[in-house]
């Protein structure tokens, strides 16, 4: 048990089509982040969020956004899906004094059709 | 850029071998190093990390790590298998703890274990 709860765990969406994602952390964990793993892949960081702003990203495209609100949940949109989306996405948080200690969800898995 | 490379995307091993899943890294500046475990259709879960200190680190269910720096190395290692480690394992390396979240992993592992 992690702490870190993500909704939905699986969902189906159609190309082009805008989705979002949730993510619901413990108590105190201001830092947020969200990774993509596709099939037979090891998870991509997409972008950390610290205090609801995003300071630090990975190769995304502006397609990806988030947001983290103070209550420490979190979201990740994304818009104009594409097949290639097709992923598990993970939640990881933190506590802002144990930045080396990373809980992850177990993700919501995003079938593009 | 940092980068890590896992020796090896299938390991198979008998109940009771020894496990050893490799890990090399590339990093810049002195790195902390991370394993995690990803059963089916789970999520990750952290294994073990280095972050300073002491070279060999050990984790929950039996592993242990050690930190080579002069070989960029920090493979996985557990002395009897047992068939609930069957999963795939990733190594992930990060140089910047303030910002910590910002991971770099490998390809994955998938271990079997074989009765």
């Known amino acids: 048990e992690t702490g870190v709860t993500q909704s939905p765990t699986h969902l189906i969406k159609t190309r082009g089509q805008q989705v979002t994602l949730r993510c619901s952390s413990q108590?105190?964990?201001?830092?947020v982040s969200w990774y993509q793993q596709a099939l037979g892949q090891g998870p991509q960081f997409i972008f950390q969020?610290?205090?609801?702003?995003?300071?630090g990203r990975g190769n995304f495209p502006p397609r990806f956004s988030g947001l983290q609100f103070p209550n420490y949940s979190s979201e990740l949109n994304v818009n104009a899906l594409e097949l290639d989306d097709s992923a598990l996405y993970l939640c990881?948080?933190?506590?802002?004094?144990?930045?080396?200690?990373?809980?992850f969800g177990e993700g919501s898995w995003l079938t593009v059709v | 850029a940092q980068s890590v490379t896992q020796l090896g995307s299938h390991v198979s091993v008998s109940e009771g071998a020894l496990v050893l899943l490799r890990c090399n890294y590339s990093s810049s500046v002195p790195p902390y190093l991370f394993w995690y475990v990803q059963y089916p259709n789970q999520g990750l879960q952290l294994l073990l990390k280095y972050t300073t200190g002491a070279t060999l680190v050990k984790g929950i269910n039996g592993f242990e790590a050690e930190f080579k720096k002069s070989e960029t190395s920090f493979h996985l290692t557990k002395p009897s298998a047992h068939m609930s480690d069957a999963a795939e394992y990733f190594c992930?390396?990060?140089?910047?703890?303030?910002?910590?979240?910002?991971?770099?992993f490998g390809a994955g592992t998938i271990l079997r274990v074989k009765s």
């Open positions: 969020y610290y205090r609801e702003e995003e300071n």
């Open positions: 108590s105190g964990h201001n830092t």
């Open positions: 990881a948080s933190s506590l802002e004094d144990r930045l080396n200690t990373i809980y």
């Open positions: 992930a390396v990060t140089k910047d703890m303030e910002y910590g979240n910002k991971l770099v």
